[in-house]
């Protein structure tokens, strides 16, 4: 079989046409130069001696990358590319959802017992991320800890908010095979579909692994039309070792992350769809300890792509200067003191307005680099959840930024739902030097606050 770019391209997931050239192929590849990214090598280097093609590495620092390769097969490469596929749908099926939520306000948002928002999102992302990690990796072999559980489903009024659930996995599992996975062989029952949703029932802790799902972040953002983020990360004794984030109303023009509430309709008339895929959206991704972080375009928003999808690294801002970062936090106050945040951020000499962002997307703003800081202090006696922060946190370490608690401690993902032990708040930031002033910050204005 020739070695040409489609033919290897069709074996490995992350190639595409506009990445680093890292190769020349002798002596019968076809076409002269081949690009490919640089975050699955190993699978590269398989497809390679399947060909059983030399090939001679264009720098030294290639050579070296494709020998750690050739020995070190990369680990989590393959519960990474099914959970950046399973988020690419999820996504998709969140846009579906929105889209019919904003134009038909048709009561299908539901309060849960604590009067937070959920949808059918919620619940159908649940359902559907749980069912193709089960396919995957056989149903056994995953635990699963996720925000969302059946009982409003089930309740003897609940059977039109339930057929719209399972109608709404069915649909987005029918588009399985355009990401590159497999679906079922016939549409899910609504007891499979409460079965997955279920299924993700894990305590978590301090050995094994385990996944960590929260199907829609910042919830009240997707019902307002805003912001919010699908979050998928895998925990292996009590450390985040992988983590995904779809964002998928994230404007690639990042001045327009602030226009909250207005967002929808501006994006809507201001950017008609263009066969430019990146106008909004991406799902960002790192493995633990690899150094990098990604992101790729949503595949669902240009049907002319299909898998595999071209991604692209991502860095956190060089900016040390509190004067000219931005700092993100909460859009709600009862998620967060803007109180105190506004007087740290006087004291650190921050010039501009803070960035008040639904859900996860604060943590990919500060990775992908269009903001500096992110800031959280909840009511005391709130206890964080697991899901809410653990993709955030490994995307911004790899992508060179540093996450803790409040006074500089590390999260600790290994007890169990909450993030037991943490102290005061989370910091994010974009490096070592700024993360220091704001700990100071804090540490110097925390006994007069009233938090
Ligand atoms: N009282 C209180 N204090 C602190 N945090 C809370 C609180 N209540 C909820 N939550 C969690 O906040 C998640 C959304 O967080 P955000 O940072 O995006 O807040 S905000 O929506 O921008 O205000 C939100 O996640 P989702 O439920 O997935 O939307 C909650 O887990
Ligand atoms: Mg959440
Ligand atoms: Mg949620
Ligand atoms: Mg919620």
């Not at 699955?40 to 398989?46: A, D, L, R, T």
């Not at 105190?340 to 008040?356: E, I, N, S």
């Not at 653990?390 to 992508?399: D, F, K, P, Q, T």
Request: aromatic share 8%.
């Amino acid at each position: 079989m020739p070695l040409n770019c489609s033919s290897l391209a069709a074996r490995v997931p992350h190639v595409s046409g506009s990445g680093r050239v890292i190769n020349k192929f002798t002596p019968n590849h076809v076409g002269s130069l081949f690009f490919i990214h640089h975050q699955n090598p190993s699978k590269y280097i398989v497809s390679l001696s399947n060909f059983n093609q030399s090939c001679s590495s264009s720098t030294m620092e290639d050579q070296r990358n494709l020998r750690v390769a050739a020995s070190e097969p990369e680990k989590y490469y393959k519960e990474l590319d099914v959970a950046v596929r399973a988020v690419q749908m999820a996504c998709a099926l969140c846009q579906r959802v929105q889209d019919s939520l904003i134009s038909k306000t048709n009561g299908q948002v539901q309060s849960k017992d604590d009067n937070s928002p959920v949808t059918v999102a919620d619940w159908s992302v649940q359902a559907t991320v749980s069912w193709l990690l089960s396919k995957s990796f056989g149903r056994k072999n995953v635990s699963i800890i996720a925000e969302e559980d059946v009982q409003k489903l089930s309740e003897a009024d609940a059977s039109g908010l339930l057929a719209a659930v399972v109608n709404t996995v069915n649909e987005c599992l029918a588009e399985a095979p355009r990401f590159g996975l497999e679906g079922p062989n016939m549409a899910l029952g609504a007891s499979e579909v409460l079965e997955a949703i279920s299924h993700c029932n894990s305590t978590g802790g301090p050995t094994g692994r385990f996944w960590t799902l929260d199907p829609v972040d910042g919830t009240l953002g997707f019902v307002r039309g805003d912001q919010y983020a699908v979050a998928l990360a895998l925990i292996e004794d009590g450390e985040v070792v992988l983590g995904v984030l779809g964002c998928p109303n994230y404007p690639m023009r990042k001045e327009w992350l602030s226009y909250h509430h207005r967002y929808h309709r501006i994006i809507t008339k201001l950017t008609p769809p263009t066969s430019e895929s990146w106008d909004k959206g991406f799902v960002t991704y790192a493995t633990k300890g690899s150094g990098k972080a990604w992101m790729q375009p949503l595949l669902h928003a240009n049907k002319k792509l299909v898998w595999p999808n071209s991604a692209r690294p991502v860095q956190v801002s060089s900016i040390d200067d509190p004067a000219s970062a931005t700092f993100c936090e909460p859009v709600e106050k009862a998620n967060s003191s803007h109180s105190f945040t506004a007087g740290l951020a006087h004291t650190m000499g921050l010039r501009k307005q803070p960035l008040r962002v639904y859900s996860m997307v604060k943590y990919a703003a500060i990775a992908r680099g269009d903001a500096e800081i992110f800031m959280k202090f909840a009511r005391a006696g709130y206890k964080e959840k697991i899901w809410d922060h653990a993709a955030g946190v490994v995307i911004i370490e790899e992508a060179g930024g540093v996450v803790t608690d409040a006074r500089g401690h590390p999260l600790d993902f290994s007890k169990g739902i909450y993030l037991e032990g943490l102290d005061r708040g989370i910091i994010a930031s974009a490096g070592a030097k700024l993360h220091e002033k704001i700990i100071s910050a804090v540490d110097a204005s925390w006994d007069s606050s009233s938090l």
